[in-house]
């Protein structure tokens, strides 16, 4: 189910006045949450709720045993088992054609003739998401970081929170778990602040996203064309705003619904594109995914605790997983490699250079930062590497002649809306959408407010998927 | 911050702004329509699916769908007539699925609008993909998405400025439409000419042509334009673009009987029956038709090769003459009087029985 759907705001409906009505306990409550996180994912592919028990399960069997279990090997198997199912799970579902696809090119660079079918494998929805969010459930209990689940419907809500399911905050067991041991109820400020966030994701998503970014984004890197530079940053620069409207819009969705029911979920989003630097970049932009590849990943790898090079390598490492985690292609293996070249280099300059920074040199700094990523958009949004090649000659201005697709109205539409948006990003870096809230007088809130109501009901979509669903 | 405060402004106003928007539209003469989207398609599909009906189905193009009226099918055959003809889609997919994918056995009537049926014989071809589109929803839809599509239905009917569709009309007034209607000269090009919504659209996907597009001449040649018959004329005859395009049509030709045929002759040995119809175009729409897809080459030669019953409108002097308001569908009161004599003609040829017809 989408947040940008019919169904889902009757469905938010029932949920929320089940949740609220004086007629269910606690427990019971909970119950209600968990078997309305199943219709909502089940109503999608009903079948494929039975990989999310698996896991549930697995996870939950694993859990129970390393709290108790002392002896290091069997904690270890208890470990791996946890991995195994999980990552064998988005091996299969996620990898699968793109395994099999890389072991037919090498048998046939090596001269042997080999065809392989693809298999019809569906990918799951949020199977990356709810994956990585178990396993840092088990990962933590190895390492006895977090305390057990006391319940298994706790663990089971957990893992199936409908807000966060399908695409994020991927969120930590000792953030979550425990908000479901005391009954929860939003406060009447908490509840409106949590439509007030519902609405803004929306409007990100229906408004911003799919309605005003998305199409110039769609005829640029369909075109199949060498195209004129300023068409290839139009429609590069369109693909940003539409990634960051998207994606943030889902998460401020997820945030504002879990709110509504009184629990609280962590940002996942800081202004990222007034980020200076790459390091800055990473702190702001899917910051529950960026901690995780940081806590499970990079410091395991040895970190920056192991001297310069282990810890280039190991940033390096971390990043191209990162991008394969994305999606199954080396598209995004290359968009990871660029992201951990950006984030080396950085560390290189940082220790040669020390710039203190003011408003002046941030602002260009944020600047350049922004045009870079731009750059590993390019991979993460072409599907084929002669369509990245393309646009970013286009981009750098060695392609003669390009094509013009996009009208000059698109041109001033995606500029004018960048920008607003890269300011907005820079004016907001160091303070947070509350604290601008607090400040704005009630009348103007409520004016803004409705005027984005109204502009989600005018653009209506046609209930366009969230990007993210597809990692 | 007074959040109560704020909340209550924001549902006031923006309700005050949607009921604005929305009578400001009916008074620019905007009135509720369903729009003939993937959902309502997929509808079709699955009641063609599971129905035990009596059932006869149609598949085509926009012309079978317009041509072909529901209620006048129903109260002379006493048949149930699944609409599954596609706009802008050829029925080659369609036909294909219901062979590989059901047990149907009953009476296809396949619509062949000559451009859209001759010129797709791949999976890329642009009206192939139109109706593989529809039928890959309906395989792959959602219980979601089907909630959405009914609830989505009383907004449909109830609201001017609500729409569902997947045509991108340029009267749709939906934000990215308005906006699009924005854009003037061109450094991308020529704009193409605007497309108007001309159909009336019912539930059961029974669609008439709107009554604008019937009575009102200066609206009907918006949509003339809209199918692009100056450029296409402008194809000249000696160019090598020209020679290139009609090489390009006869192997698709060659290739789309080839594949008909061959599922036409599959599924009567199953023990069903396919009609092939020719559904009226006029004016210059036919007379492109006739110089590019000319009859004998095409329509005789699909005719010839497969073996099936066939009716084209031009052999029939009651079919000729009809109201085509923008040349290529006919109006409601010349679709209903179609879909009757067509009914006869079926009769008097054996392919429908004689006491179907009340």
């Given amino acids: 189910m989408l947040f940008n759907s019919l169904s889902f705001i009757v469905f938010l409906i029932i949920v929320l006045a089940l949740y609220y009505a004086p007629i269910l306990t606690w427990v019971s ?36 045993k390393l709290a108790i279990e002392e002896n290091k090997r069997k904690r270890k198997l208890w470990l791996l088992l946890s991995m195994f199912v999980n990552l064998g799970f988005l091996g299969f579902f996620k990898y699968g054609n793109f395994l099999l696809e890389n072991f037919t090119a090498l048998l046939n660079a090596i001269g042997i003739e080999f065809q392989a079918r693809p298999m019809d ?113 139009t429609g590069t620069l369109a693909f940003s705003g539409q990634i960051f409207f998207d994606f943030a819009g889902y998460s401020t969705c997820a945030i504002g619904i879990a709110l509504m029911l009184g629990i609280i979920l962590p940002d996942n989003f800081r202004y990222p594109y007034a980020s200076i630097g790459f390091s800055d970049l990473w702190r702001r932009w899917h910051i529950s995914l960026s901690t995780w590849l940081r806590d499970y990943l990079y410091i395991p790898l040895g970190g920056n605790k192991h001297g310069i090079i282990r810890m280039y390598v190991a940033l390096m490492v971390t990043m191209l997983l990162g991008g394969l985690w994305h999606g199954a292609a080396w598209t995004f293996v290359v968009w990871g490699a660029l992201h951990g070249i ?20 941030g602002i260009l700094l944020a600047f350049l930062t922004y045009t870079l990523v731009n750059f590993t958009w390019v991979f993460f949004r072409a599907r084929e590497f002669s369509t990245a090649k393309n646009i970013i000659a286009s981009m750098l201005f060695i392609n003669d002649g390009g094509e013009k697709i996009v009208p000059s109205f698109d041109i001033i539409k995606v500029f004018v809306l960048i920008s607003l948006l890269f300011i907005c990003h820079w004016i907001m870096r160091n303070t947070s959408m509350k604290d601008v809230s607090l400040k704005t007088p009630a009348w103007l809130l409520g004016v803004v407010w409705g005027i984005m109501l109204f502009l989600i009901a005018i653009s209506q979509g046609s209930g366009e998927q969230f990007i993210y669903f597809q990692f | 911050m007074n959040l109560k405060r704020s909340f209550i402004l924001a549902t006031i106003f923006g309700l005050i702004l949607i009921v604005g928007w929305e009578l400001y539209w009916r008074s620019q003469n905007r009135t509720p329509n369903l729009d003939d989207n993937k959902a309502l398609w997929a509808q079709q599909w699955s009641k063609f699916e599971t129905s035990n009906e009596n059932k006869i189905v149609f598949i085509g193009s926009s012309r079978i769908l317009f041509d072909i009226q529901r209620p006048i099918w129903k109260k002379y055959t006493n048949t149930d007539a699944i609409m599954l003809g596609v706009q802008g889609g050829t029925p080659l997919p369609i036909l294909k699925q219901v062979l590989e994918d059901t047990n149907y056995k009953g009476l296809i009537v396949v619509g062949v609008a000559p451009d859209l049926f001759f010129w797709a014989s791949e999976i890329d071809d642009f009206s192939w993909k139109r109706s593989k589109a529809l039928l890959d929803y309906s395989k792959d839809r ?39 209607n924005l854009r003037s000269g061109e450094r ?33 040649n918006t949509i003339i334009k809209a199918w692009g018959l100056d450029e296409w004329e ?66 005789d030669s699909l005719v ?10 031009e052999d029939y002097p009651q079919l000729m003459g009809l109201k085509i308001p923008e040349l290529s569908h006919l109006s409601k009161e010349d679709a209903n009087f179609f879909t009757l004599e067509l009914i006869k003609i079926f009769k008097q040829e054996g392919i429908l029985s004689n006491n179907t017809l009340q």
Avoid at chain 1, 342 to 361: G, P, Q, T
Avoid at chain 2, 246 to 266: G, H, P, T
Avoid at chain 2, 305 to 313: A, E, G, K, V
Wanted: neutral net charge.
């Fill in chain 1, 29 to 64: 409550k909970k119950r209600m949450l968990l078997l309305s996180s199943y219709i909502f994912y089940g109503l999608w592919n009903p079948p494929l709720v039975i990989l999310l028990w698996i896991s549930t399960l697995v996870d939950w069997m694993a859990g129970k």
């Fill in chain 1, 121 to 233: 494998i569906i990918l799951p929805m949020g199977i990356s998401f709810y994956t990585f969010q178990t396993m840092s459930y088990t990962i933590d209990m190895y390492q006895k970081r977090t305390e057990r689940a006391r319940t298994f419907l706790d663990f089971a809500l957990y893992v199936t929170f409908f807000p966060q399911l399908v695409a994020g905050p991927i969120v930590r067991a000792q953030d979550l778990i425990s908000q479901f041991y005391e009954e929860k109820k939003a406060t009447i400020n908490q509840f409106l602040w949590g439509v007030f966030l519902l609405t803004i994701g929306l409007f990100q998503k229906v408004v911003l996203a799919d309605t005003l970014l998305s199409n110039t984004a769609d005829d640029v890197y369909g075109a199949g064309k060498v195209l004129h530079s300023l068409d290839a940053w």
């Fill in chain 1, 342 to 361: 950006y984030l080396v280099v950085e560390r290189l300059l940082r220790s040669k250079i020390h710039i203190k920074i003011n408003a002046f040199n």
């Fill in chain 2, 142 to 180: 959602t219980y979601a998405q089907r909630i959405n599509q009914n609830l989505s239905i009383p907004l449909q009917k109830n609201l001017a400025f609500y729409r569902d569709g997947n045509e991108e009309w340029s009267d749709d007034v939906d934000l990215a439409t308005l906006l699009k």
């Fill in chain 2, 188 to 220: 991308a090009g020529p704009i193409p000419p605007p497309f108007f919504n001309f159909e009336d659209v019912h539930l059961d996907r029974n669609v008439e042509m709107s009554t604008k597009a019937t009575q009102d001449s200066v609206f009907a």
């Fill in chain 2, 234 to 299: 402008k194809e000249i005859e000696d160019s090598e673009e020209y020679k290139k395009m009609q090489k390009d049509i006869e192997n698709k030709r060659n290739k789309v009987i080839s594949y008909f045929s061959k599922y036409a002759e599959e599924y009567t040995r199953k023990g069903g029956s396919i009609v092939l119809v020719r559904c009226p175009s006029s004016g210059k729409y036919r007379d492109l038709e006739r110089r590019d897809f000319p009859r004998e080459e095409f329509w």
């Fill in chain 2, 304 to 313: 010839n090769n497969t073996n099936l019953p066939s009716i084209h409108f």
